[in-house]
DNA sequence: CTGAAAGCGCTTACAG
DNA sequence: CTGAAAGCGCTTACAG
């Protein structure tokens, strides 16, 4: 019934060996044989078989990405990216969206030992990453995404969230704010972890301070930034300047302040991280951290095919840019280094 | 270097052929030979080559999903289900992330003709309906997500949206809303229009209009949304309802209508529809057409791999119920049918 | 209950 | 520039 290489050779007059050859743009090929070749290809509708070319070539020219859940906000930007930047290479996705334990995990390594893939993409892997280890140390490609987490030692790519962090700090300095607070969020989103660690490093020595009263934990949703703004002011401390690690906290927490009738940006700046979607609509629009998740994941796809067809990956560990979106909910001030502006001030955002 | 079969049957003392009776479950194999093999599979940590089973069994034990955007906002929580659908089954997910058309579609086809994937899942296909119907007449297990968009005739699983409309018209009904405007979404996103056909239907005779003059194009966004509510109070139109096919653009609506001074929901009562995740977290919070996105995802999952694995198909197409979340922007009312409040309503929610 | 052999549809040295 | 042959690592009748 279907087409095989066998069949194209027959009605080329050639063996199966010259087909391959075209079949793989070898140069070696007569240019009359190959475009006769091709023709039948095309008359024929021939089609090589991924499954035989796997296990002849041993390669399937698909790449396995591990990514701990498609509900964290930024996920599918990133994995977005990686479609994107996997697309012209011709490598298929194969995807594998649970969390990085149990027998999920367990079937994910089996199929990564089975080859169903040539190598591996892991987002912000925690658990996961003795096993991705261990199959590295097998052998196996493996890239590693990382949004803030650890460094895993493995090849990876990253942004720079802690420059992104003392640019956020920068900001709240320029408009003058002294008594900071800080919502961090889950373990499963790190990112703010190192974002916070360029915040306070930058803050350190400005006479602003940020005490760990005023830092509070929460669980990466709109409901939890609420809640944590409600904990802080229930507590009675007071700060004029907020860092959230994540924008829809960030618009739970701006709520949480509407709410208790605390002016923003007049009596508390605040700052997200991420420039995820509730960023550029809450009110006033949230100023953020802008982390460029779908370039993060078109660079990882690209360093990781490099690695598959020969490349040595690019040396380091790739760190893109973050950069300072300012909208409304920090005062507008002076150019401040890095600072972007991404759409124009309205005349009724409050100025202090 | 690597296990094969051939050094388990080796190790063991038995044929290739008593391996691969006992690595597929056949019953045909004596307790203790089977004991032995499963044991030094487990010592030598043996795990068959997805591409050696992939091109005997003529089966990849992978199916292909198609989707247009990981960026269209309900679409990682359908893809979410689809994974967890899957995961139990063992089968894996190629993802391909790609408008339907364009060389893209292309590679697509290629890799599936190619016979990389068991089946396909496609996602509210557009254009690439037709591909697909030819690979299905080709013989290919298809199934197609289908979010309100024409009937592709093909196997489907979908959402009652036209009942989910019916109850959002008996919603606004209920609260004496007689001038009706509607906001509709982009074509990649056609749920709404099956919506639209429930929802005026509900209303026809009812003494309640919509008219076309009151109905506005919009492209998805929170931006889009609120241009478009501009542009109805621009035109000097009067409406009291208002339904939104989609959240985000319900978010932008109520950010227009809260600036232009209109009460909701008193003076405009307003529904979405998805469900999303901006709906619980508007002022005040949106009342929303819910479509349960994962578990169609999953539904579709599970239908297309019980056709894999030889399941005739669950007959005629799949529809899950929708069903209608009030919450803050629709006046409370008496219980109505199908009517399910996730949320407890605050006291300082206005009240007609 | 088990084995020998053919076959899945390609790729890859090797030889010419 | 091209072909014959072996091989990738399994599964599947067929025979016993």
Redesign the pocket.
Known sequence: M?????D??RLA?????????V??G?????????ARIQEIMAETG????A???G????RTRTIGVLAPSLRTPWMPELLQGVADGLEPTGYGLLLHAAAGDGPALERFAASVRGHAVDGVLAVEPGGAVDQLRELHRGGLPVLVVETGGRPSGLPAVGADLADGGARAAELLLAAGRLRIAMITGPATDPAGNTCAEGFTDRLTGTGAVLRSSHVTESDGSEQGGYDAVQRLLRARLFFDGLFVHGDAMAAGALRALHEAGRQVPGEVAVVGLGDVAPAAYTQPPLTTVRVPWAELGAAAARDLVNRLDGGAGDGGPVLLATSLVVRGTTPPVGRIPGQRSRRARTAELPVV
Chains 1, 2 share one sequence.
């Open positions: 279907r087409v095989t290489i066998a194209i050779a007059g050639v063996s199966k060996a010259t087909v391959s050859r079949l793989n070898r140069p070696d090929v007569d240019q009359a044989t190959q021939y089609v090589p078989s499954r035989a070319v296990l002849a070539s041993g």
